[in-house]
């Protein structure tokens, strides 16, 4: 297929309508609003449903009984909308259901700004919720690679029947690029016989439930499904890109559009003959902690990136788990990071200052 | 020997965890009748709240969705949006329905979801032991309210029915209670009509049912039935405040 220029929150709409989701529940919020405008739009023509519900929490709770249904289902929102969703999040996590959900982060605390950030780290993979659980969170830098792993997404939240979440940015949201949408690698995903479309008298019923009022019934729910399946999705899972981890004075490490902005940082200390690495995790959770094993004694220590105050770091330093020191560069409340200033941080590293 | 009464097959042979005399499980009998009288046990989907009838998703025989708290409004949306031919219905005590889950239930009514809503209002919040429910009575003690509850601190009841009967969308709205047996007819009479609005798609009904608490009352339950009829009747009045037909 031909690549098309579209912007980043429609490419994610047509890439979702492409992986068969025929509906979406969301709440307007800056700046994720192209793309539940798209939704309106595109999913009458393939006899979907949009619907635009009354909050997030009721948006996030649709989302809930549409994947209980059957459906393959969406929402999205930005950063205080995400805050008001994570009770639907926790619910659909411990019934096991599958969907995707987008956060176009802004900076934050509270109403914050509605310029791009990353400020919402902890949030997509600590789990803003209550309980023991855990979902998938992608962190694509291109547009191709949203609208590939929104796709996959879908595939990836039948497969192991949790919910998904796309992590992008006001700048992943709001820019345009060419894109394509390829045919996935099928995954085997399982029949689902367990949804809730009327037992017509031919079978039991169906039960969707996140309940387990005795302790011992809701400890082996918690470890026997829900953590059995989070140790399949770490070993299994687990996306990055790195880049001459091996051989580096300095190893970066960011994710999203402040990779980007790292990368070009990279290329202009190279020119002056440094030695700089990255590791940009595409996974958040789970993140890749192994990568981290291939950095060698040469390394002078670890700059982790981020569009917030570091919350990413604080994976880091478990994944070197004290081998070398980390350093943090960040800028937040919708401010961009500058590639002089973290040319400038890497060679303090590199050069000892640090 | 012939069968002269025969537990219905809307529900399963669960039983029931209600407080002796509690009419949560009057109620859920005579929603369970009529989805067989109706026959759509095999479409129904039912989605259970958060408070006593939590466990409601055991107890009857269909497919199930256990919401969270306030939430079912919006779970039966997502359902009934997917397979608009099953029969939705949530059920929903009033802490639930009229306090976390206002906008929920306002705007599934707002918007003519085509789902039925059994809202059993027993002035209180029973399952986390008896505080202050939005429909609590003037004066009517709770955990919360020990010295009775007092309109000039928090406010007069909410008439859950007259509320929605404001809402176009909501094409049926009616109170019953279950104090006696001929009101336990009319309340299974008001529950079918809801389920028929529904299946003919006409639009969103709810059916306020007034229910006894009696542990948290700290009645018995024949005590209760009568506090029942002598202070909720007079501030919550019974009748029919919406039908098709009328509303256009
Ligand atoms: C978000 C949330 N807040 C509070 C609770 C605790 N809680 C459980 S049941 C309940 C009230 C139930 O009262 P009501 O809806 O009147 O039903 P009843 O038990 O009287 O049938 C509350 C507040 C909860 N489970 N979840
Ligand atoms: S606490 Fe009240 S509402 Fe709950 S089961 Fe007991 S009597 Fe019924």
Redesign the pocket.
């Known amino acids: 297929m031909a690549k098309i220029l579209m912007k980043g929150n429609e490419a994610i709409g047509a890439a979702a309508i492409k992986a068969g989701c025929n509906y979406f529940f969301g709440y307007p919020i800056t700046p994720q609003n192209e793309l539940p405008e798209y939704m309106s739009r595109e999913l009458p023509k393939v006899n979907g449903c949009f619907l635009q519900a009354e909050s997030e929490v009721a948006a996030i709770n649709m989302v809930y009984g549409a994947a209980g249904a059957g459906a393959r289902v969406m929402t999205s929102s930005s950063s205080p909308g995400m805050a008001l969703k994570q009770e639907g999040i926790s619910y659909i996590a411990g019934a096991e259901l599958p969907c995707v959900i987008v956060n176009i982060v802004r900076g934050g605390p509270g109403l914050g700004g509605i310029q791009p950030a990353q400020s919402d780290y902890y949030q997509a993979t600590r789990g803003g919720g209550n309980g023991d659980y855990r979902h998938v969170v992608y962190a694509p830098s291109t547009l191709q690679e949203t609208v590939d792993l929104v796709m996959e997404a879908f595939d990836v939240a039948d497969q192991y029947r949790m919910p998904v979440m796309i992590v992008g940015d006001g700048m992943t949201g709001q820019m345009m690029e060419p894109v394509e949408f390829k045919e996935l690698k099928k995954r085997e995903l399982p029949v689902k016989d367990w949804i809730t479309d009327g037992t017509k008298g031919e079978r039991e019923p169906n039960i969707i439930n996140s309940l387990f009022i005795d302790p011992q019934e809701l400890e082996d729910h918690v470890n026997d499904r829900l953590e059995a399946k989070y140790r399949i999705i770490e070993e299994k899972e687990v996306l990055y890109e790195e880049y001459n981890v091996e051989d580096a004075d300095v190893v970066c490490i960011a994710y999203g559009t402040t990779s980007r902005i790292v990368k070009n940082a990279i290329a202009e200390c190279e020119a002056e003959g440094l030695k700089v690495g990255l590791i940009r995790p595409i996974t958040l959770w789970p993140f890749p902690h192994k990568v981290f094993d291939k950095i060698t004694d040469k390394t002078k220590g670890l700059l982790t990136v981020e569009m917030s105050t570091g919350q990413m770091i604080d994976d880091v330093k478990i994944a070197i788990a004290g081998r070398k020191p980390v350093y943090f560069h960040g800028r937040t409340g919708g401010m961009i990071p500058n590639p002089n200033d973290i040319v400038n941080e890497i060679k303090k590293i590199a050069g000892g200052e640090k | 020997m012939a069968v002269v009464f025969d537990r219905t097959k809307g529900l399963t042979s669960k039983i029931f965890h209600y407080c002796p005399g509690c009419t949560?499980g009057v109620i859920h009998r005579l929603v369970a009748e009529v989805l067989e009288e109706l026959d759509v046990l095999g479409k129904a989907v039912g989605v259970a709240?958060?408070?006593?009838?939590v466990f409601a998703y055991d107890y009857f025989n269909c497919d199930m969705h256990e919401a969270?708290?306030g939430r079912a409004p919006a779970v039966a949306t997502g359902i009934k949006r997917v397979h608009p031919d099953s029969v939705v219905f949530t059920y929903?005590?009033?802490?639930?329905l009229a306090s976390?889950g206002t906008a929920e239930i306002i705007h599934a009514a707002h918007r003519g979801e085509k789902i039925t809503t059994i809202f059993?209002n027993?002035a209180?919040?029973?399952?986390?032991g008896g505080q202050m429910?939005p429909t609590t009575l003037i004066g009517q003690k709770a955990t919360t309210a020990p010295y009775g509850r007092d309109a000039e601190h928090c406010g007069m009841p909410l008439k859950v029915s007259e509320m929605l009967s404001t809402i176009d969308g909501a094409k049926f709205v009616e109170r019953v209670s279950v104090h006696n047996a001929s009101n336990i007819r009319k309340t299974k009479k008001a529950i079918k009509k809801a389920f028929e609005i529904q299946l003919k798609g006409e639009g969103f009904g709810i059916v306020e049912i007034l229910s006894t608490?009696p542990t948290n009352w700290g009645m018995t339950p024949l005590e209760g039935l009568k506090w029942l009829e002598e202070n909720m009747l007079p501030y919550y009045p019974l009748g029919n405040f919406r039908t098709p037909g009328e509303v256009e």
């Open positions: 949560h709240p958060v408070g006593c009838s969270a708290h929903q005590g009033d802490g639930d976390i059993v027993n209180i919040y029973g399952m986390t429910a608490c």
